[in-house]
């Protein structure tokens, strides 16, 4: 296999030595003042040996993938570096004109991806770097590329404790420690990427709108994580921007104190946040392409599924039936949709070792649903979701996202991966309606975080 070469097996144990030690310093650094970062070795070990589970099971099991296909067109990306270094930063940051492709030495290395599908090389792009620091060890740059994209992850979860510091354990198992969002998050595929974009854009909007920190930076993570985004999987992009403005302008309105002024300015805020969000999809609708309007989203859909339907897939295929491309021909198709984009494939569809242990999780995820609708109680589980912000963004994103992928996703290969962006946000809703829950009913137990803190200093 010329994936796997003596590179490995210097590199690999390197990186995992060095992981291990940044893991173990950064939990001593933090915890004493921030007692979250009791789980923040465990995370960020939980994230990189997922990864490198998945590259093992893609070497091994699979004899091969996409995810080797994006590695390798990093490393035909890194040999321009000497030859062409101008033209390699080029690339490297997006111009990736056709032109710049006669760069390559194409009697020995001719990129794949370059010429034929742009959202794929894209990967290629932004794991160059990667590629390098690992040389020629793909597991190695799986451990990067799953190191470095768990920040997006922490920081969302630091965000969501931030709002919740009485959650810190459920709020982890949501972000941290799902199984198949680390094991189909970490590897060099744009699942993993676009998931920590999706991570950073959430907690950036949330320091910049909601807390008005940090200004600039969170300026920049916006823009580089919608840049992302856009770049390889845009309608990521179009599911996250509704939740978020959602999020901000419901947040706003219940700043408001005075119910007679919370009346009067709602219409305002609301307005001023549909004004924000048009005037940010109409400066990306050039990027979105078959994203950027609701006629081409309909037809992208029922493309995408017709697409995924053919016989190269047979034997690893589900039908939730024809799409009529109308709004009232998918909102006929929502059930079904968000049921297969949530809770699919069950463990009546299994047919491989793979797809068990996404059928077991999704059969968790939805006893775990129906317990808490049923603990809550309907009224309650509604009246939470229209007015606790934070639940409302993560809950519609969730939902919607899940529809989304499920109406185009006929393939259990491909359904278990895109899904994972709704699985944290969907668990965390649901952690914090219980949590509102039990603090009515006076049945949560508070524990002072600082008490908590001193408790793990003494222990140290």
């Known amino acids: ?82 030859t062409e270094p101008i033209c390699y930063l080029k690339i490297l940051f997006g111009d990736t004109r056709p032109l710049w492709f006669y760069c390559f030495d194409l009697t020995e290395y001719v990129p794949h991806h370059y010429l034929r599908d742009q959202q794929a ?39 969501f404790v931030e709002e919740y510091p009485h959650l810190q354990k459920e709020l982890a198992i949501a972000f941290l420690f799902i199984p198949s969002v680390a094991f189909w998050g970490s590897g060099v595929m744009k699942d993993t990427y676009t998931l920590t974009a999706a991570c950073w854009m959430t907690s950036s909007v949330y320091g910049l709108f909601l807390k008005r920190r940090n200004v600039f930076w969170n300026l920049v993570y916006v823009f580089f994580s919608a840049y992302v985004m856009i770049t390889m999987k845009p309608y990521i992009f179009v599911a996250l921007l509704p939740g978020t403005l959602i999020w901000v302008v419901f947040n706003r309105i219940q700043r408001v104190e005075n119910q007679v002024v919370k009346i009067l300015a709602a219409p305002v805020i609301i307005m001023v946040g549909f004004v924000l969000g048009s005037g940010i999809f109409a400066q990306t609708a050039g990027q979105l392409e078959d ?128 899904k994972i962006p709704s699985l944290p946000f969907l668990l965390a809703s649901l952690y914090m309606m219980r949590f509102h829950k039990q603090e009515e009913s006076g049945a949560f137990k508070f524990e002072d975080a600082s008490d908590e803190s001193s408790q793990v200093s003494d222990k140290k």
Not at 51 to 70: E, P, Q, R, S, W
């Open 121 to 159: 090389y894209s990967v290629s792009r932004l794991s160059a770097p990667f590629a390098l620091l690992s040389v020629d060890s793909f597991f190695g740059c799986t451990i990067l590329v799953a190191w470095v994209c768990f920040g997006g992850i922490w920081r969302l979860y630091r965000v």
């Open 291 to 418: 994203y950027a309007s609701v006629d081409t989203i309909l037809n992208k859909a029922v493309a995408t599924q017709e697409d995924l339907k053919r016989d190269a897939y047979e034997g690893n295929t589900f039908d939730i039936g024809t799409i009529d491309p109308s709004l009232g021909g998918l909102a006929s198709k929502a059930p079904v949709a968000i049921f297969a984009g949530l809770f699919r494939p069950t463990l009546l569809d299994v047919k491989s070792p793979i797809m068990l242990v996404s059928a077991v999780e999704n059969t968790i995820m939805m006893v775990f649903l129906m317990y808490m609708i049923y603990s809550v109680g309907v009224f309650s589980f509604l009246k939470h979701l229209f007015t606790k912000p934070m639940i409302m963004f993560s809950f519609v994103f969730a939902v919607f996202f899940a529809f989304a992928v499920g109406l185009t996703t006929s393939n259990f290969g491909s359904l278990v991966r895109y």
């Open 1 to 82: 296999m010329d994936y796997v070469g003596i590179w490995d097996f210097i590199l690999v144990p390197f990186f995992l030595v060095l992981v291990h030690y940044v893991a173990s310093r950064t939990y001593s650094k933090n915890i004493s003042t921030n007692p979250e970062y009791k789980y923040y070795r465990k995370g960020l070990l939980f994230k990189v040996y997922g990864g490198l589970l998945f590259a093992l099971v893609y070497a091994f099991y699979y004899d091969g993938g996409d995810t080797m296909i994006y590695w390798k067109d990093a490393k035909i990306l890194n040999t321009v570096i000497f």
